[in-house]
């Protein structure tokens, strides 16, 4: 009796475990960070690539990722960046309109919504056609 008693709770373990998703894979951190941008303006749309910690302008924006998480192909995709925007203003000052997590998922969730352009994450990646920042000091 005991030993069947024992036997059901093993497979009542383990038809459990079947109903546990398993651990998540490490989030991969990516040296690009993919955006797409419009200009409310011309109607124009652009998806352009910027390197972690470097700054690309799109129209009076900059945009600067700092990290850009991916994960593996076989898990369920999450893409999310850590961002900072800042406007150039009119008077030529730069103020920061944005800092935070953009999630390429839900690009509505932290997408920059500026009068006159609006940035938001496409994707993380390892590589870019556009060439790699000067790294070397003088």
């Given at each position: 009796?005991?030993?069947?008693?024992?036997?059901?709770?093993?497979?009542?373990?383990?038809?459990?475990?079947a109903f546990?998703?398993?651990?998540?894979?490490?989030?991969?951190?990516?040296?690009?960070?993919?955006?797409?941008?419009?200009?409310?303006?011309?109607?124009?749309?652009?998806?352009?690539?910027?390197?972690?910690?470097?700054?690309?302008?799109?129209?009076?924006?900059?945009?600067?990722?700092?990290?850009?998480?991916?994960?593996?192909?076989?898990?369920?995709?999450?893409?999310?960046?850590?961002?900072?925007?800042?406007?150039?203003?009119?008077?030529?000052?730069?103020?920061?309109?944005?800092?935070?997590?953009?999630?390429?998922?839900?690009?509505?969730?932290?997408?920059?919504?500026?009068?006159?352009?609006?940035?938001?994450?496409k994707s993380?990646?390892?590589?870019?056609?556009?060439?790699?920042?000067?790294?070397?000091?003088?």
């Amino acid at each position: 009796m005991k030993s069947a008693m024992l036997l059901a709770r093993a497979g009542l373990a383990a038809a459990l475990l079947a109903f546990v998703s398993p651990a998540s894979a490490e989030r991969i951190s990516n040296p690009v960070a993919e955006f797409t941008g419009i200009d409310k303006i011309t109607g124009r749309i652009i998806t352009f690539d910027v390197y972690i910690n470097e700054t690309v302008q799109f129209g009076a924006l900059q945009v600067t990722p700092r990290v850009c998480y991916s994960q593996p192909q076989e898990e369920e995709p999450k893409t999310d960046s850590f961002v900072e925007v800042d406007e150039i203003t009119l008077d030529r000052k730069i103020q920061r309109i944005f800092t935070g997590w953009m999630f390429a998922e839900s690009p509505g969730l932290n997408a920059v919504e500026h009068a006159v352009y609006d940035v938001w994450l496409k994707s993380c990646k390892q590589k870019s056609d556009v060439p790699p920042p000067d790294t070397a000091t003088n």
